[in-house]
Every structure is written in C-alpha cells, then in structure tokens.
C-alpha cells in the first residue's frame, strides 16, 4: 500500500468515533416545563421527588435535561399565562398536577406532551377518555380522590364516634365538587351534619376555621389542593388552636393535625419520571395508560391526640401505618 493511501484509510478510520464522540457532547438537552399551582418553597418535597424519580432513569439538570418552572404562587389567575410561556420556550414536554393545572395545560398546547404527577379521577374530571387509552397528548397518575375523601370522614367518625358536624375544608378554585359531593354522600349515611369551609387562596384559610368554630364544628376533613397541601403546618396549627381533630392528606397529621389518609403525592411525582422517560424515547402520551397509587397510608398523630385530650380507638391505631408519638 503507498504511503497517502495508508494515510487517508487510517484518517477514514479515526473520522467515525470523533464524529461519533461530537455527537454525543452536542446531544440535545430535554426541556421540561414545569407548570407548578402553589409557590415552590410549598412544593419542595414533590418536586425533589421528582427530581429523584428522573435520575433513576439516567437524567440529571445541567447535563441532559433542564427543568423550566413556573409557579402560580397561588393565584390561579396566572396558570393560562405561565402555560403560554412553557409553550413558548418549545419545552419537550409539560408536568402539571391537579385538575386544573391539568386542564390548563392541554387549553394551552395540543401538541406538546403532557404528564400529570398526580390529580384526581381525571376520567371523572374529563382530562382523559379513559384510563387504558387516554389518547390525546396527556398521560400520568391519578388516584380516586373523591372516594379517598369519603374515607377520610368514616376514619373521623371512627375515632371520634360521637362527632355530629363536620366542616370540610377545600379550595374551590382547584378542587371538583366531586369531592364534597362523595363526603357529602358518606355524611349522610354516617348521620352527621356536614358544613363546606370553602376557600379560594391561603389568606382565606384563617377565616375559615373562625367560621368552623363559629359554626361549632366537631372536626374537619380536608381535601386535596397543592396550596392547601403547601400550607399543610399553617392548617395544623390553626386546627390545634381551635382544638379541631382534623383528618386530611398525610401532610396533615406529618404537620401537627390529627390524622392523615391518603396516597403519598411525593411518591406519585417520583413516578412522574417514569412518563418522562417513555415520551423522552418516543411514546405517545396518548397510548401510556393512566396509572395509580396501590399503597394509601394513615397517619395517626398521638402527640396531637395526647393534646386535644382524645383516646383513640385500639381497633384503628392497629391498622396504622404510622405514628407519631
């Protein structure tokens, strides 16, 4: 072989794993939106659950994939705008949470996928056409809220057996009817009177709880809301002071309220990464069937018990999975 032939065929050689070398160091970093209801100091644990979930598959910020946030900090008012900007920035794809994040995402884009880290029943709420299939551009978790709210009371109401008038706190910007309506349903067979604290922000959680004693409730359920969640010890504190047993999200009882039931919203973002990965590698969100949480915990708070001067039943604190003491 002449030497320049030697020398073109050796060059030939080097050229595919340089080239193959420069393509990987100038691989396309994903873009995630995140399209977040409360402010972010409220939503940490989730969104490091999150984080956590996407390193299992391999994706870490700053080296192949980038979050992009955006925080309503509350007001809800804000959600079709910061949508618009997820939309904006061409991100890969958007995570959400809620009904109404949900809702507001997909009014955003038709096109960019959508991942839910956790809402309620998002057939019941017309996120989806169903769980197997849910077609369109949107997938993820979702778990039975209204029936887990309804459960929440017949805990109450086994604890606290002579309890008679229950005020359920629920954001309403954010929560379905759904919810009361189930409480509402389980309210009238447990023969308990029921009073709806509605709120539509954090500034109003204060002033429902003065209407509750007001209306001389004897316990409070809480329903699932991203600020209401965010405000998780604020609730408990004002539960405490109105010597309210509360049962809610198992923030709640984590955060100085009675008691907690519920699946772990941290964990259903963790699964999040799960979505993100199938749609990062091709999949249509519409064909990734709607999954949820098989594991619901209750949390009974003995400290808080111990405080409101209230006995809990033998029969209930066996079927705890934890306690605090």
Not at 63 to 71: G, S, T
Not at 220 to 229: F, G, H, N, T, Y
Not at 299 to 324: E, H, V, W
């Amino acid at each position: 072989m002449k030497r320049r032939e030697f020398v073109l065929s050796m060059a030939g050689a080097l050229a595919v794993p340089l080239a193959s070398s420069a393509q990987k160091s100038q691989a396309k970093i994903a873009r995630i939106g995140f399209l977040g209801l409360p402010s972010a100091p409220g939503w940490t644990p989730m969104v490091e659950a999150l984080r956590a979930g996407l390193r299992e598959f391999g994706y870490v910020e700053g080296r192949n994939i980038a979050i992009e946030f955006r925080w309503a900090e509350g007001n809800y008012d804000r959600l079709p705008g910061l949508a618009a900007e997820l939309v904006r920035l061409k991100v890969d794809l958007i995570v959400t949470h809620t009904t109404l994040g949900t809702r507001v995402a997909k009014q955003a884009t038709t096109s960019i996928p959508i991942v839910i880290a956790a809402t309620g029943d998002a057939v019941e709420a017309g996120l989806v056409a169903s769980f197997a299939r849910p077609g369109g551009n949107v997938t993820g978790s979702s778990f039975l809220a209204p029936e887990i709210a309804a459960k929440r009371l017949d805990l109450l109401k086994e604890a606290l057996p002579r309890i008679r008038r229950i005020a359920v706190l629920r954001n309403v910007i954010s929560s379905t009817p759904l919810m009361f309506e189930a409480v509402a349903r389980a309210a009238k067979s447990l023969r308990v009177e029921l009073y709806e604290a509605a709120v539509q922000g954090p500034d109003e959680i204060e002033s429902a709880f003065a209407r509750m004693a007001n209306w001389r409730a004897d316990g409070v359920v809480i329903v699932e809301d991203p600020v209401l969640v965010s405000k998780a010890k604020e609730i408990a504190q004002l539960a405490v002071k109105r010597r309210l047993p509360t049962i809610g999200y198992v923030q709640i009882a984590e955060a100085g309220g009675l008691m907690g039931f519920g699946a772990s919203i941290a964990e259903m973002h963790r699964h999040a990464a799960y979505f993100i990965d199938k749609i990062l590698k091709g999949a249509k969100p519409g064909d990734l069937p709607i999954e949820q949480p098989t594991r619901f915990e209750l949390l009974i708070n003995l400290k808080t018990a111990k405080a409101l001067g209230l006995t809990i039943p033998r029969s209930l604190l066996i079927r705890a999975d934890r306690m605090i003491e």
